[in-house]
Each structure stands twice: as structure tokens, then as C-alpha cells.
């Protein structure tokens, strides 16, 4: 499967963006997808996964970030409210594959990023 991510941009601090992550290929219901992140100098870092089992939050976006995932559109989406500069980063969306959520090798089939820039 191949990711596409889209819907970054500049917002004010406090606003909201929606990400949008279309996959390509077959059985997307298979698959777990998750996003990351990567600010400028600093190395890229989890921000949410949803499972089988359900979603999971870094704690830095907990109650201010949802992700959800329509199947028969093939995308995933990570909506992004009451931002803060602290979120600017290159976002990612990518394939889970096993082991620990929060750890990024255990993810493939990156997708290419799109930027989301946080002005205050």
C-alpha cells in the first residue's frame, strides 16, 4: 500500500486543520496506520496510531488531536484542534506493522509528509 498525506498549511495558534492520509492498493481494512511527526532539528516522534484495538495518543496531543480512518474512502484522517506553535512539524502517516506502537521502525510505507506550520 502507498500513502499519500495532504491538508498541512499555516494556521493561527488555536485554530484547527484536518490531515488527510489516502492509502493506495488492496485491504486497506487490514491495515493499522498511525502518524508522526517531525519538527525542525528534533527527531521524529509518534503522535497517534489507530488499531484494531482501538487509538492511541502521544501524551503532547492527548484531547486535542483525533484520528479516524474511513474504509471506503481508504484514507485515514488526523483532526488537529486548538494548535499550538509546539506542533509545527512535518506530519507522516505510515503502515503499522508490529511490536510497539510508538517506536518508528515499526512502522512502513511512509508516506511523503505534509507541513503544518503554527504561527502564534
Known amino acids: 500500500v502507498q500513502l499519500q498525506a495532504s491538508g498541512g498549511g499555516l494556521v493561527q495558534a488555536g485554530g484547527s486543520l484536518t490531515l488527510s492520509c489516502a492509502a493506495s492498493g488492496r485491504s486497506f481494512n487490514r491495515y493499522a496506520f498511525g502518524w508522526f511527526r517531525q519538527a525542525p532539528g528534533k527527531e521524529r516522534e509518534f503522535v497517534s496510531v489507530?488499531?484494531?484495538?482501538?487509538?492511541y495518543y502521544a501524551d503532547s496531543v492527548k484531547g486535542r488531536l483525533t484520528i479516524s480512518r474511513d474504509n471506503a474512502k481508504n484514507t485515514v484522517y488526523l483532526q488537529m484542534n486548538s494548535l499550538k506553535p509546539e506542533d509545527t512539524a512535518v506530519y507522516y502517516c505510515?503502515?503499522?506493522?508490529?511490536?510497539?506502537?510508538?517506536?518508528?521502525?515499526?512502522?512502513?510505507?511512509w508516506g511523503q509528509g505534509t507541513l503544518v506550520t503554527v504561527s502564534s
Open positions: 505510515a503502515v503499522y506493522v508490529s511490536g510497539s506502537y510508538y517506536i518508528e521502525r515499526n512502522y512502513n510505507n
Open positions: 489507530i488499531t484494531w484495538s482501538g487509538r
